[in-house]
């Protein structure tokens, strides 16, 4: 395993995209067929079903280290991570033995079906034959999930090197569904198998914040102005009279929106398209607090199809007829995409509206006014601009409201996992309700290191437990948080929830006398829901 | 024999302190690093190679008095003397006597040999005060020669892309077990911080190999592929990116944690440290024999807690201890360079 451990270690002790591209690129040209189609694998989220409970490798972690539980726990917290603090607790290895990746992943494979003994004798031989970097990544191949250090944008941007490839068309080759056992990793990457795969789906083009005056992007007529909502990203494929709907985390999500992929079965043609799926009623688009209701729920009930309604805002179009579209301008795209909506059924699938402004002045109050219809604020994307794969500069750009804010108290602090498990840096916080104080939100970030240490002192010496990864701290801390919308909701003791709350700063100049009321805070949940 | 007082570890019957952290008559000084050695004691007493490093880091007018390890003085009737602490050079414990009871103060301590500090040495005692900054089952060291090895294949590997090897390291003590790995690894350069206490060093007779310091401020191109110490200081202040295409390495204990390493964004992170492993700090206790013990800072609940679950009778003292770059984070400034 040493060519995929030394690849692990270089993607995970750097930040530097092009160290990590090296590696991989290493790894291509070192490692072996088997190997590097299991690579392909692991980093697509495509590993095999997790062959024993995380309880059990503690439990034997446990028994061969001789740690009482409390021990372990703690240094757990201070990991962040059970695989690595099995990894790093065990006595060094007794004996080596040099198996390659797919060797493991064989064997791996084949302990579903085996005794918990059985399981119990391979995972203590293979612990004292690994040293504690590929311990790591052994506990990590038995349970978890497998990102480690990369993103799949950075995985295909490698492969896409090394093959001398576009990288949309490396992209469209992995993702999707293939069998290791199958494929040749070669042809793989080069789209060899993609053909047949009715369900492939493109690389999303995503957008950057704006970062410039509206004037410097030049002419006001060629760009695309549209609102920016807050749902789910899909992409709507209809090849061969078949449906298939995707979300940006690439998961297949037809089967949770039968309203939408029975419009999509309604509609004419063969196409892509990129679109976000909202809960709308009545023409008026919900909250995301409405549609989340209606995420990875297995079954779908009547009720639910009635209770939350979702419609599609059709953004643009990828593929026409089994042609890509992508390189052609967002203006013809967009133009083929309105004829398509015309000639199809009205359904819940609708065009996401292009705003109408004379130039760039009007721009601001609409974008202010966005949040009364639900959305985040405003994209611009250029008239002549291809779809890009993932996110590039300069073409699309998105313009989101300014963030609704609140001030409270910090009061519990929690260690942080993977890349800040030293620090506490998941903190609860709380806002006043009469005389008490109640829990508002979570967030995990937006200070900065040096900020999150000084609140890891502060916690330290002002804590109430001396174990456990949770501290109860002194209400003292005031933050300024930030968020995208709030709702109500039992999950918190204050009875709303805020969407991706954030730290937006410090606010060392105010005390906890300073914090914001609940009913204050209730004052701006959103008259629709 | 020891109270633990809110000016620092207080012995009555002597009369004096012992790593004192407020202005006191008389205090003996374990080791050289800023939160153990502070500034107002009207006399100091601390190992013959610590003297200098009080100078350079208090004032050259202190009063203060240098003795070898194992040589004996006596205080109002308690007899005191230094013994190797490990944790870097002139680093001791104060092993303390009067009327056949024995109490060792160990400030920091480490037990592994790093080739460059009087290796830690086991006193037998009654009551015994120690530290426990890795203070966990997960801080596990490496051999020093692993350790080593892994320094001088990193910086090789970083001479073969033509790149320039930057480690960050604590300038008194880890900066020079730096030096010492990579002595035959290509040429030396260290930060003018660090290059003062190599001086001081020098001064006593402590042999450092060949180096050259460097003022980051100035030109920097004669460092290319070289290697360049610099204390931790000087990793948030931007100035190593002056370096040309230069990788950089931290040396901590810390950095045994994944998380931790990811968090700094080096390029690579070593677990190096001076100080002891979890198993380095059972097996010191055990050693001593001690019926009490007393554990000052870092992991000071868990590790008691633990040494009272395996028999031995602990309690958690405050101090402020643990203000040292290593022991508090890799991140702390440096509170001079
Ligand atoms: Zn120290
Ligand atoms: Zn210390």
């Given at each position: 395993m040493r060519a995929f451990a030394d690849l692990i270690f270089a993607l995970d002790s750097t930040n530097k995209t092009t160290a990590k591209l090296d590696a991989i690129q290493q790894f291509l040209r070192d490692g072996e067929e088997k190997d590097k189609l299991w690579f392909l694998a692991l980093f697509t989220g495509k590993r095999p079903k997790r062959p024993l409970t995380t309880t059990l490798l503690k439990l034997w972690a446990m028994e061969v280290t001789q740690i009482p539980e409390w021990l372990f726990l703690e240094s757990y917290s201070a990991v962040g991570d059970l695989g690595e603090t099995i990894a790093l607790v065990?006595?060094?290895?007794t004996q080596t033995v040099e198996r390659t990746l797919s060797e493991w992943m064989t064997d791996i494979l084949l302990l579903k079906d085996q005794s918990e003994s059985e399981k119990k004798a391979f995972v203590l031989q293979a612990w004292d034959t690994l040293p504690a970097q590929e311990r790591f990544i052994f506990n990590k191949l038995l349970g978890g999930s497998f990102r480690i250090g990369v993103s799949s944008k950075t995985l295909i941007n490698a492969l896409a090197r090394f093959y001398e490839m576009e990288e949309s068309a490396v992209a469209h080759s992995i993702m999707g569904h293939w069998n290791r056992e199958e494929v040749v990793f070669d042809l793989l990457v080069k789209g060899h198998y993609s053909d047949t795969e009715l369900s492939k789906p493109y690389p999303f083009c995503l957008a950057y914040a704006l970062e410039k005056e509206l004037p410097d992007l030049g002419y006001r007529s060629d760009w695309q102005a549209e609102y920016k909502w807050d749902g789910i990203r899909g992409q709507f494929i209809k090849r061969d009279g078949e449906v298939f709907i995707w979300s940006r985390g690439e998961e297949l999500v037809t089967e949770q929106f039968p309203e939408i992929a029975e419009a999509l079965a309604e509609w004419n043609g063969n196409f892509v398209i990129d679109g976000e799926i909202l809960a709308v009623r009545e023409e008026q688009v919900l909250p995301f607090s409405e549609l989340q209701k209606r995420l990875n729920r297995k079954v779908i009930s009547k009720k639910m199809l009635s209770d939350v309604p979702v419609s599609v805002f059709l953004y643009d179009l990828l593929e026409y007829d089994g042609e890509d579209w992508r390189a052609r301008p967002l203006s013809e795209r967009r133009a083929q995409l309105e004829k398509l909506v015309a000639q199809n059924p009205e359904t819940s699938l609708r065009l996401s509206e292009v705003i109408a402004s004379r130039g760039w002045e009007d721009l601001p109050t609409i974008r202010e006014d966005a949040r009364s219809r639900n959305s985040e604020g405003l994209m611009l994307k250029h008239l002549a601009s291809p779809y890009h794969s993932g996110r590039k500069k300069g073409d699309w750009w998105k313009w989101k409201v300014d963030p609704l804010t609140i001030d409270a108290v910090l009061i519990y602090a929690q260690k942080g996992s993977g890349r800040r498990s030293a620090y506490y840096t998941d903190y609860t916080f709380a806002v006043r309700r009469d005389d008490e104080l109640v829990t508002i939100a979570k967030a995990y970030s937006g200070l900065t290191d040096k900020e999150i240490q000084e609140v890891s002192r502060f916690v330290n010496r002002n804590a109430t437990e001396k174990f456990g990864p949770v501290r109860t701290v002194k209400p003292e801390l005031v933050f300024e948080i930030a968020f995208e919308g709030i709702a109500l909701s039992n999950r918190h003791k204050s009875g709303v929830a805020l969407r991706f709350p954030r730290i937006l700063r410090w606010r060392k100049d105010k005390t906890v006398a300073d914090i914001d009321d609940i009913e204050e805070v209730k004052k701006l949940i959103p008259a629709s829901t | 024999m020891l109270t633990f007082t809110d000016k620092g570890i207080y012995c009555e019957p002597g009369q004096f302190y012992i790593d004192p952290w407020k202005p006191v008559d008389y205090a003996i000084i374990t080791h050289g690093h800023a939160d153990h050695a502070k500034w107002g004691m009207k006399n100091y007493l601390c190992h013959h190679f610590t003297v200098p490093i009080l100078q350079s880091r208090i004032s050259p007018d202190i009063s203060v008095q240098g003795i070898g390890y194992h040589e004996t003085i006596s205080r109002n009737g308690v007899k005191i003397s230094l013994h190797p602490a490990?944790?870097?050079?002139?680093s001791a414990q104060i092993r303390l006597e009067y009327k056949g009871k024995v109490s060792v103060v160990s400030g920091d301590y480490k037990i592994q040999e790093d080739g460059l500090s009087t290796p830690f040495e086991s006193v037998k005692c009654h009551e015994f005060v120690t530290e426990s900054t890795f203070g966990l089952p997960i801080y596990r060291w490496q051999p020093v020669a692993t350790q080593n090895e892994q320094l001088q294949q990193w910086v090789q590997h970083n001479q073969e892309q033509q790149k320039t090897s930057v480690f960050v390291g604590y300038s008194l003590g880890k900066a020079q077990r730096i030096m010492q790995a990579l002595k035959d690894a290509g040429p030396l350069f260290v930060h003018y911080s660090i290059g003062k206490l190599n001086r001081a060093f020098e001064q006593i007779g402590v042999e450092l190999p060949k180096y050259e310091i460097v003022d980051l401020r100035e030109d920097v191109k004669h460092l290319d592929q070289g290697i360049v110490i610099v204390p931790p200081s000087l990793l948030e202040s931007k100035v190593i990116k002056k370096i040309p295409y230069m990788a950089h390495a931290i040396c901590s204990g810390w950095m045994q944690v994944r998380g931790a390493r990811r968090w700094r964004s080096a390029d690579a992170g070593f677990a190096i440290s001076d100080h002891a492993d979890w198993e380095g700090l059972i097996e010191a206790v055990k050693a001593t024999g001690a019926e009490q013990v007393h554990v000052t800072h870092g992991q000071t609940a868990v590790f008691a807690k633990y040494l009272n679950e395996i028999g031995i009778a602990a309690d958690v003292v405050p101090t402020e201890y643990g203000q040292e770059e290593e022991e508090e984070s890799p991140e702390k400034k440096e509170a001079q360079s």
């Amino acid at each position: 395993m040493r060519a995929f451990a030394d690849l692990i270690f270089a993607l995970d002790s750097t930040n530097k995209t092009t160290a990590k591209l090296d590696a991989i690129q290493q790894f291509l040209r070192d490692g072996e067929e088997k190997d590097k189609l299991w690579f392909l694998a692991l980093f697509t989220g495509k590993r095999p079903k997790r062959p024993l409970t995380t309880t059990l490798l503690k439990l034997w972690a446990m028994e061969v280290t001789q740690i009482p539980e409390w021990l372990f726990l703690e240094s757990y917290s201070a990991v962040g991570d059970l695989g690595e603090t099995i990894a790093l607790v065990l006595p060094p290895p007794t004996q080596t033995v040099e198996r390659t990746l797919s060797e493991w992943m064989t064997d791996i494979l084949l302990l579903k079906d085996q005794s918990e003994s059985e399981k119990k004798a391979f995972v203590l031989q293979a612990w004292d034959t690994l040293p504690a970097q590929e311990r790591f990544i052994f506990n990590k191949l038995l349970g978890g999930s497998f990102r480690i250090g990369v993103s799949s944008k950075t995985l295909i941007n490698a492969l896409a090197r090394f093959y001398e490839m576009e990288e949309s068309a490396v992209a469209h080759s992995i993702m999707g569904h293939w069998n290791r056992e199958e494929v040749v990793f070669d042809l793989l990457v080069k789209g060899h198998y993609s053909d047949t795969e009715l369900s492939k789906p493109y690389p999303f083009c995503l957008a950057y914040a704006l970062e410039k005056e509206l004037p410097d992007l030049g002419y006001r007529s060629d760009w695309q102005a549209e609102y920016k909502w807050d749902g789910i990203r899909g992409q709507f494929i209809k090849r061969d009279g078949e449906v298939f709907i995707w979300s940006r985390g690439e998961e297949l999500v037809t089967e949770q929106f039968p309203e939408i992929a029975e419009a999509l079965a309604e509609w004419n043609g063969n196409f892509v398209i990129d679109g976000e799926i909202l809960a709308v009623r009545e023409e008026q688009v919900l909250p995301f607090s409405e549609l989340q209701k209606r995420l990875n729920r297995k079954v779908i009930s009547k009720k639910m199809l009635s209770d939350v309604p979702v419609s599609v805002f059709l953004y643009d179009l990828l593929e026409y007829d089994g042609e890509d579209w992508r390189a052609r301008p967002l203006s013809e795209r967009r133009a083929q995409l309105e004829k398509l909506v015309a000639q199809n059924p009205e359904t819940s699938l609708r065009l996401s509206e292009v705003i109408a402004s004379r130039g760039w002045e009007d721009l601001p109050t609409i974008r202010e006014d966005a949040r009364s219809r639900n959305s985040e604020g405003l994209m611009l994307k250029h008239l002549a601009s291809p779809y890009h794969s993932g996110r590039k500069k300069g073409d699309w750009w998105k313009w989101k409201v300014d963030p609704l804010t609140i001030d409270a108290v910090l009061i519990y602090a929690q260690k942080g996992s993977g890349r800040r498990s030293a620090y506490y840096t998941d903190y609860t916080f709380a806002v006043r309700r009469d005389d008490e104080l109640v829990t508002i939100a979570k967030a995990y970030s937006g200070l900065t290191d040096k900020e999150i240490q000084e609140v890891s002192r502060f916690v330290n010496r002002n804590a109430t437990e001396k174990f456990g990864p949770v501290r109860t701290v002194k209400p003292e801390l005031v933050f300024e948080i930030a968020f995208e919308g709030i709702a109500l909701s039992n999950r918190h003791k204050s009875g709303v929830a805020l969407r991706f709350p954030r730290i937006l700063r410090w606010r060392k100049d105010k005390t906890v006398a300073d914090i914001d009321d609940i009913e204050e805070v209730k004052k701006l949940i959103p008259a629709s829901t | 024999m020891l109270t633990f007082t809110d000016k620092g570890i207080y012995c009555e019957p002597g009369q004096f302190y012992i790593d004192p952290w407020k202005p006191v008559d008389y205090a003996i000084i374990t080791h050289g690093h800023a939160d153990h050695a502070k500034w107002g004691m009207k006399n100091y007493l601390c190992h013959h190679f610590t003297v200098p490093i009080l100078q350079s880091r208090i004032s050259p007018d202190i009063s203060v008095q240098g003795i070898g390890y194992h040589e004996t003085i006596s205080r109002n009737g308690v007899k005191i003397s230094l013994h190797p602490a490990g944790h870097i050079i002139g680093s001791a414990q104060i092993r303390l006597e009067y009327k056949g009871k024995v109490s060792v103060v160990s400030g920091d301590y480490k037990i592994q040999e790093d080739g460059l500090s009087t290796p830690f040495e086991s006193v037998k005692c009654h009551e015994f005060v120690t530290e426990s900054t890795f203070g966990l089952p997960i801080y596990r060291w490496q051999p020093v020669a692993t350790q080593n090895e892994q320094l001088q294949q990193w910086v090789q590997h970083n001479q073969e892309q033509q790149k320039t090897s930057v480690f960050v390291g604590y300038s008194l003590g880890k900066a020079q077990r730096i030096m010492q790995a990579l002595k035959d690894a290509g040429p030396l350069f260290v930060h003018y911080s660090i290059g003062k206490l190599n001086r001081a060093f020098e001064q006593i007779g402590v042999e450092l190999p060949k180096y050259e310091i460097v003022d980051l401020r100035e030109d920097v191109k004669h460092l290319d592929q070289g290697i360049v110490i610099v204390p931790p200081s000087l990793l948030e202040s931007k100035v190593i990116k002056k370096i040309p295409y230069m990788a950089h390495a931290i040396c901590s204990g810390w950095m045994q944690v994944r998380g931790a390493r990811r968090w700094r964004s080096a390029d690579a992170g070593f677990a190096i440290s001076d100080h002891a492993d979890w198993e380095g700090l059972i097996e010191a206790v055990k050693a001593t024999g001690a019926e009490q013990v007393h554990v000052t800072h870092g992991q000071t609940a868990v590790f008691a807690k633990y040494l009272n679950e395996i028999g031995i009778a602990a309690d958690v003292v405050p101090t402020e201890y643990g203000q040292e770059e290593e022991e508090e984070s890799p991140e702390k400034k440096e509170a001079q360079s």
